[in-house]
């Protein structure tokens, strides 16, 4: 073969691979993101649910899903002190 072929064929080989490699980094943050979300969601749940003895009721909808799972315990904590002392 010719050098010109060869480092073509090499030069569209990593090409492809650096499209795909891209790809997988997308989804693979989508999914560590829907992983979170639903962690989050899980967890508002146990605070509300142990939270009834207490009168702290957290809505679970997206916004307080993405901080409770984005920010984890002190996302958590800021919630409930945001229900508690400005709503």
């Known amino acids: 073969m010719e050098p010109k072929v060869v480092i073509t064929v090499l030069l569209a080989l990593i090409a492809v691979l650096l499209i795909v490699g891209a790809r997988l980094k997308a989804l693979r943050f989508v999914g560590y993101a829907a992983i979170r979300l639903i962690v989050g969601a899980l967890a508002l749940f146990v605070i509300n649910a142990i939270g009834g003895q207490f009168s702290i009721h957290i809505p679970i909808n997206l916004?307080?899903?993405?901080?409770?799972?984005?920010?984890?315990?002190?996302?958590?904590?800021?919630?409930?002190?945001?229900?508690?002392?400005?709503?």
Do not use: E, K, N
Request: a negative charge; glycine letters at 12%.
């Open 63 to 87: 916004v307080t899903s993405i901080i409770c799972g984005f920010l984890g315990l002190p996302g958590a904590a800021a919630l409930i002190v945001i229900d508690q002392y400005i709503l």
